[in-house]
């Protein structure tokens, strides 16, 4: 299991924490949520249970931890999470 991240971002006056977690080899899946006081505004998630034999698999899976919880972030910045 790969430590993941733990960000608060401001936008537009408000606080939203993303976190993004690896369920590690017995659950080989990349999950990102977003909050807004407490409640969980959406999540995505990414399996990884093709690539678990490679080589460089922490490596990878960091990579594509990265990638999601920007993609994330930049979703909020959109505006796709303001009602």
Same mark, same amino acid.
């Given at each position: 299991?790969?430590?993941?991240?733990?960000?608060?971002?401001?936008?537009?006056?408000? /606080?939203?924490? !993303?976190?993004?977690?690896?369920?590690?080899?017995?659950?080989? &899946?990349?999950?990102?949520?977003?909050?807004?006081?407490? &409640? @969980?505004?959406?999540?995505? *998630?990414?399996?990884?249970?093709?690539?678990?034999?490679?080589?460089?698999?922490? @490596? /990878? /899976?960091?990579? !594509?931890? *990265?990638?999601?919880?920007?993609? !994330? !972030?930049?979703?909020?910045?959109?505006? *796709?999470?303001?009602?």
């Amino acid at each position: 299991m790969i430590l993941g991240f733990n960000q608060n971002v401001n936008y537009n006056g408000e /606080v939203y924490h !993303i976190q993004t977690e690896d369920g590690g080899l017995n659950n080989p &899946v990349i999950t990102t949520l977003i909050f807004k006081g407490g &409640v @969980i505004l959406a999540s995505k *998630r990414t399996a990884y249970s093709d690539i678990i034999k490679s080589d460089k698999l922490q @490596i /990878v /899976v960091k990579d !594509i931890m *990265r990638e999601q919880h920007s993609s !994330i !972030i930049a979703e909020l910045k959109s505006g *796709r999470f303001e009602k």
